[in-house]
């Protein structure tokens, strides 16, 4: 409802006539124009002019007086415009006419100007317009007087005129679409009256729309004189449905017994497409929404039409949504992936709509972790390739293991730091990784830095590994325990220096990140990606600790239906007729989980070359020069990134064999024996790039002191759970203690008796 609306007096002013009295009305008013133009032509070359003058100049300065007379209260409003109106014919007219007299002899002008006044006046109907006069219809008048064709919102306020004859009238008539009947509208009483009460058969008849889709609701801020009509046909009544799931929010999902009971329905908000529910759990009790079991509640056969967030304490919004809300998703664009001042870029598109944002580091934490898991086809490639895209434009040196030997993201290639291909490589990438990480600390702290600052002077190192979990599973028992090494110790001490590293695996199964259960806590701290996996539910995909209290969420279907999937079972639709799920994603950030979908991307010939040109052709983000020293001292391979001469490694033995120069010769130039350790290269490449690594996680670095007695101690009695073994050591944060047992298995001293329960190595 527009604010005109609101203020027009409720007392109908208009006259409703029948539409030839309104065609005689202009044609007499446009008759009256050719002659009075006819006589401002003729008049001035007649002798006696004195009449004229006195004629022409009477009729403007009495016009101006009555316009004057009329026009002296300012409350008039829209009457002060009429009455203007009224008066142009006889003001213009006047004007024209003393033009032509003034002027001596005869000139071609004197009947052009005349004949334009006509035309104009004739065009404009002043008079007529003025008088506010509206066709009064009926169904066999519109059919008989062709002479004017009426627009939708007027054949449905003379609609309604015609069938109520109250005196109320229907204004500000919205239609929704232009091809549906369906429609809004205000209906405004006469003033010092109410809305009479119709039935819903009355506003049906109205219309000649069905019964019960016609509905009156009152309007926000107005008495009783103004209500508001809604009309829905053949479209869906969003605030009816609305109050139709408060209705079953109150008796299939907060009843005793049902999916969340006790939960309350605070408030709800309708949307086109969307409604959201506001719900509460009672106080003292945390909040607890089943995903499946209010699908079923709503009768919701596709999961991602139901989008849950909680607040980890009591509150939750639930949006239920008409269609999968990311059916469709833009293109990427330049500016989407250029890093902001807090070191966001933007990747996707959430389900309400808002943008997708992920930090590429954080400017009070430093370098971030993080961990995206999804089987093929989910979407991970093009989620890394946006990412790494963006950390190009960006400024950000981006090193990319790529353990499939560079099928998984052969976009990249070329286009980062170092693009590691294979096993061997990508160990050796975290070794020069690992060497730089060291080179960093040591500048630190003879600098007396606590923190990275971006830029200063070093640039952002984000470490990329894609299938890692083909490394920490991998049968070489030495490459098992570096890997496991040299991504635990950056994970937890590359923060600070500026060097990030992001997983990419099939799922958060320990089985999938060998056994690494520190691996997969520490990665959980960052940005996390849950996509697609091949888990029939993610409740054991290791979510404790970043999602929200009270949060669940049924694994991604692999293809979605516009009418859900068991319509497309009943009607016998192929699998291939639905839409596939690529790209959607849970993103945990800050405690909170939000669904979204990565920008889409087409894959042609095997790539995206959408992404490849958000890429750029600038080249890319490299190190320091004294990074690129320390980082050749930790793997000599760094000098010889490019050639990929280890892509067809499977293991350090085969490397050690295969290796150009794996046994000195005369022309292999010795080390430097004055080198401070931030440069010269190693004879050979693998002339100890392992050499400072202490093999296995019992040498870790980051080991609480005396966790491991404890955990001994506690198990001496009996195996015990890991929740138990938490509990039992408050002073501990969980992930140590998972960590600790992950210790003592390497140390042969404890076993697992199966998932989750520990027991000593030798009951």
């Given at each position: ?9 409720a ?5 409703r ?13 446009r008759?009256s ?13 007649l ?5 004229s003058?006195?004629a ?5 300065l009495g ?7 009329k026009t002296?209260?300012p409350?008039?409003?829209l009457g ?9 014919p ?8 003393m033009?032509n ?9 004197e009947v052009?100007?005349p004949?334009?006044?006509?035309s ?7 008079l ?13 008048q519109a ?11 007027e ?6 005129q015609?069938a109520?004859?109250?005196?109320t ?18 209906v405004?009483?006469q003033a ?5 009460t119709?039935t ?7 219309f ?21 009509l809604?009309a ?5 009544d969003?605030?009816a449905?609305?109050e139709?799931?408060?209705g ?26 969307r ?18 079991a ?13 989008v849950?967030e ?5 509150q ?10 990311l059916?469709?998703?833009r293109?990427?664009?330049v500016e989407d ?7 966001r870029?933007?990747i996707?598109v959430?389900?309400d709509?808002k943008?997708a944002?992920?930090?590429l ?5 430093g370098?971030?972790r ?5 089987v ?32 998984s ?7 980062v ?13 975290l ?11 040591r ?14 002077p ?21 490459m098992r325990k570096?890997?496991?090494?040299l991504?635990a110790?950056?994970?937890k001490?590359?923060?600070?220096v ?7 695996v ?10 690494e ?19 029939s ?9 970043i ?8 694994n991604?279907p ?22 596939s ?16 979908r ?9 790539v ?31 000098g010889v ?11 350090l033995?085969?490397?050690f ?8 010769t005369?022309d ?18 693998f002339?100890g790039p392992?050499?400072?690594i ?6 870790d670095?980051g ?9 001994l101690?506690?198990?001496?009695d ?11 050591l ?13 210790q ?15 027991q000593?190595?030798?009951?």
């Amino acid at each position: 409802m527009s604010t005109i609306d609101q203020a027009a007096p409720a007392v109908d002013t208009t006259k409703r006539v029948p539409g030839h009295v309104i065609y005689r009305r202009v044609l007499a008013e446009r008759t009256s124009y050719a002659l009075a133009a006819a006589g401002m032509a003729v008049g001035p070359q007649l002798d006696d002019s004195a009449w004229s003058y006195l004629a022409s100049g009477g009729i403007g300065l009495g016009t101006l007086a009555w316009l004057y007379a009329k026009t002296k209260d300012p409350d008039q409003g829209l009457g002060m415009l009429t009455r203007a109106q009224r008066a142009i014919p006889f003001l213009t007219a006047a004007g024209t006419y003393m033009a032509n007299l003034i002027t001596p002899g005869f000139n071609w002008w004197e009947v052009v100007a005349p004949a334009a006044w006509a035309s104009l006046m004739g065009w404009m109907a002043p008079l007529t317009r003025s008088a506010g006069l509206v066709l009064e219809l009926s169904e066999q008048q519109a059919q008989a007087d062709p002479t004017r064709e009426l627009t939708y919102t007027e054949f449905l306020a003379a609609k309604w005129q015609q069938a109520t004859g109250d005196g109320t009238r229907l204004v500000s008539i919205t239609p929704y679409r232009a091809d549906r009947p369906d429609f809004e509208a205000v209906v405004v009483a006469q003033a010092g009256k109410a809305v009479p009460t119709f039935t819903e058969v009355q506003l049906a008849a109205a219309f000649d729309f069905p019964v019960g889709t016609v509905k009156i609701r009152p309007v926000q801020g107005s008495g009783p004189g103004r209500m508001r009509l809604v009309a829905r046909p053949t479209s869906e009544d969003v605030e009816a449905v609305a109050e139709g799931i408060r209705g079953l929010w109150e008796t299939a999902v907060a009843a005793p017994g049902k999916a969340a009971p006790g939960v309350d329905l605070l408030d709800y908000r309708a949307e086109p497409h969307r409604i959201v529910l506001l719900v509460a759990s009672p106080p003292g009790k945390e909040i607890h929404l089943p995903h499946t079991a209010i699908c079923s509640a709503f009768g919701i056969d596709d999961p991602s039409r139901l989008v849950i967030e909680t607040d980890g304490i009591r509150q939750g919004v639930v949006s239920i949504y008409k269609t999968n809300p990311l059916m469709k998703v833009r293109k990427a664009t330049v500016e989407d992936l250029t890093m902001d001042s807090k070191g966001r870029v933007t990747i996707g598109v959430c389900h309400d709509g808002k943008p997708a944002r992920m930090r590429l580091w954080d400017p009070s934490q430093g370098a971030l972790r993080g961990i995206t898991a999804g089987v093929t086809g989910a979407g991970k490639s093009v989620l890394q390739n946006l990412i790494l895209a963006a950390e190009k434009r960006s400024g950000v040196v981006s090193w990319v293991g790529d353990v499939q030997g560079g099928m998984s993201l052969p976009e990249a290639e070329g286009r980062v730091d170092w693009f590691a291909k294979g096993p061997v490589e990508t160990l050796l990438m975290l070794t020069a990784a690992h060497a730089v990480m060291k080179y960093r600390e040591r500048i630190s702290n003879e600098m007396g830095r606590g923190d990275f600052a971006l830029g200063r002077p070093w640039p952002l190192i984000n470490i990329t590994l894609d299938e890692i979990n083909r490394l920490l599973s991998h049968p070489d028992e030495a490459m098992r325990k570096a890997t496991a090494y040299l991504i635990a110790d950056i994970q937890k001490t590359g923060r600070k220096v500026g060097i990030g590293i992001r997983l990419a695996v099939q799922s958060l199964h320990l089985k999938d990140l060998g056994d690494e259960d520190a691996i997969r806590q520490q990665g959980k701290v960052g940005a996390l990606f849950l996509m697609r996996t091949a888990s029939s539910s993610t409740k054991e995909m290791g979510l404790d600790g970043i999602a929200p209290a009270g949060f669940q969420m049924e694994n991604i279907p692999a293809r979605i239906y516009e009418n859900g999937q068991i319509e497309a079972l009943f009607s016998g639709a192929d699998d291939e007729d639905g839409e596939s799920t690529a790209g959607m994603a849970y993103m945990f950030l800050d405690g909170r989980a939000k669904f979204m979908r990565t920008f889409f991307a087409e894959k042609v010939d095997g790539v995206y070359p959408d992404l490849i040109a958000l890429y750029g052709d600038e080249p890319a983000n490299g190190l320091t020069e004294g990074e690129a020293r320390a980082a050749q001292a930790g793997a000599a391979i760094y000098g010889v990134r490019h050639t990929n001469p280890y892509a067809d490694c499977d293991t350090l033995a085969q490397a050690f064999s295969d290796a150009p120069g794996s046994k000195p010769t005369a022309d292999t130039p010795a080390p430097d024996d004055d080198s401070d350790g931030d440069g010269g290269e190693s004879p050979v490449p693998f002339a100890g790039p392992f050499g400072d690594i202490p093999f296995g996680l019992s040498n870790d670095p980051g080991e609480e002191p005396g966790l491991q007695d404890q955990i001994l101690d506690l198990l001496a009695d009996g195996p015990m759970h890991l929740k138990d073994l938490r509990e039992a050591l408050p002073g501990f944060q969980p992930s140590s203690v998972s960590n600790a047992c992950s210790q003592l298995k390497a140390k042969g001293l404890a076993k697992t008796v199966k998932r989750g329960v520990w027991q000593l190595a030798d009951s």
